[in-house]
């Protein structure tokens, strides 16, 4: 099968009923493998993703007008995490499996038998976003993290790029059919009508979403408003603000200027973790230093033609608000072509226009923001809500007077970084990407890392259950050969006789 010529038709009623019904029987079996089992699903869909990158980085590129190197590096990203996730099941500590057995003794009284677990949520709806057409689309970390734990999928494919998801779409379903998956394993559906239709489902059970803030919000009300609410995961927006001490700027101030530039106009500014805000001291010195290097920044085009309606109408308001001047002024989108718009403005001039100037802009723009002393610094930082991370350039000596703008921005932010830019985010054990409202609708997980997982899945305990009536990984030998927490104390040796 080759690439689609063109755009796939929306997905009927009809289909849709038949997508859920086969999901809802999917849901079963394929929560039923054992985990390595499943890690099988996972490595037969990247290597099959990995085997059509020469038919899938062209059509991304396509639709998305994004580079080939980036789509590349994309795909490889997304076959990763495929992988890794494979890992995380084969070690299966993700099961937070724990046997209690009965203990006629226990400090609060005769202790039953107790047995817990997590076990998988049911049909999962993905919505794809426009972003990152791989890693975060049809078989991104959504898709990877909710087949692993054993849900079926359903993604809702995203306007932007209609013909990549479709042929996607393809390849993962045909690899999971190949490798036996159950048959509803996983489906895409077009149409944002569709979409809506199956988040109000009730054989869905969990949704998840990257996408604005408004969009984010009406999904979430949806879900929250069922008869039967359902988890919705949803990233919506962020500013990611960095804070420069005085010290850092005089140690390394050019270098911090080209690195700020080269990260809020990577991929055009349309990365949710572009730093929006960059708070420098008073008499910083950096605006030649941001100018020059904004001018090594060549225009680039935007996704698609309504984040370049958006990012045209919002900047004006931006760089029309009182207080606010110009260091860099691109002359505007032409087509879907645009360069960097850089800005300078002061702490009182931020927080007195608050409602435009600490809204997100999808696009190369980024605002400097002046602070006048520690108290200054303090207003501003108090001024956020939730953010995916949050920055500071500080240097060693710095330390032991900032102790205050941690406790800050932990309380706002899913990631805080000493140094460094927050537009590269690494999918690894330890990665948080979430955050507090607006950041996020579930600030308590992640969507980035293999505790992405944690979303799709609930915890079910067995009280005095007779063992073949329970799950493989609570039995009392250990034939999954996982981390278990027995009587108190986490083994991977079977249950004591």
Request: glycine share 12%; charged share 20%.
């Amino acid at each position: 099968m080759t690439a689609p010529t063109t755009a796939p038709s929306p997905t009927t009623p009809a289909e849709l009923e038949s997508i859920l019904a086969a999901a809802t029987e999917a849901a079963g079996p394929l929560g039923a493998l054992r985990p390595a089992e499943r890690a099988r699903l996972l490595r037969a869909v990247a290597d099959a993703l990995d085997a059509a990158a020469d038919e899938l980085v062209p059509l991304a590129m396509e639709e998305s007008h994004l580079a080939e190197a980036r789509l590349k590096g994309e795909l490889t990203r997304t076959t990763f995490q495929l992988r890794l996730f494979g890992e995380v099941l084969e070690e299966g500590s993700y099961l937070e499996a724990i046997v209690d057995q009965s203990d006629p003794d226990w400090g609060m009284g005769p202790r039953p038998d107790l047995r817990r677990m997590l076990v998988p949520l049911g049909p999962v709806l993905v919505y794809a976003a426009s972003n990152f057409p791989f890693a975060f689309s049809v078989a991104g970390g959504d898709t990877a993290s909710g087949l692993a734990a054993g849900n079926p999928i359903i993604v809702k494919a995203h306007s932007g790029h209609p013909r990549l998801s479709q042929r996607t779409g393809e390849i993962v379903r045909g690899a999971l059919a190949e490798a036996g998956a159950p048959d509803g394993t996983f489906a895409v559906i077009f149409n944002f009508e569709r979409g809506v239709e199956a988040l109000k489902d009730p054989r869905i059970k969990a949704g998840s979403f990257t996408g604005s803030i408004p969009g984010g919000r009406a999904l979430f009300d949806i879900a929250s408003q069922r008869p039967d609410p359902i988890p919705f995961y949803g990233e919506l927006g962020s500013l990611n603000p960095v804070f420069v001490t005085p010290g850092a700027v005089k140690a390394r101030g050019d270098e911090i200027a080209s690195g700020f530039v080269a990260s809020a106009t990577l991929g055009a500014g349309q990365f949710c973790t572009k730093p929006g805000l960059l708070f420098v001291p008073a008499g910083h010195g950096l605006d030649e230093a941001i100018v020059a290097a904004a001018g090594d920044v060549a225009p680039a085009p935007l996704l698609n033609k309504r984040i370049a309606e958006g990012y045209d109408e919002g900047l004006p308001k931006l760089v029309g608000t009182p207080g606010v001047t110009t260091l860099v002024q691109a002359s505007g989108v032409d087509g879907l072509v645009v360069g960097p718009t850089l800005a300078k403005t002061t702490v009182p001039v931020l927080l007195d226009n608050a409602d435009t100037l600490l809204e997100e802009c999808f696009g190369p723009f980024s605002l400097v923001v002046e602070y006048d002393g520690q108290d200054e610094l303090r207003r501003a930082a108090e001024a956020f809500g939730g953010n995916l991370t949050a920055t500071i350039h500080g240097e060693e000596s710095d330390t032991g007077e900032l102790g205050w703008l941690m406790d800050l921005l932990r309380d706002r932010a899913g990631r805080i970084l000493w140094g460094g830019w927050p537009t590269g985010v690494s999918v690894t054990y330890a990665m948080q990407h979430g955050g507090s409202w607006p950041a996020t609708t579930a600030s308590l997980h992640t969507s980035v890392g293999t505790t992405a997982i944690r979303r799709f899945l609930r915890p079910v305990s067995y009280q005095t259950m007779p063992e073949e009536l329970l799950p493989e990984a609570l039995h009392d030998r250990n034939v999954l050969g996982i981390p278990r927490r027995v009587n108190g104390t986490l083994t991977k040796d079977d249950v004591p006789a």
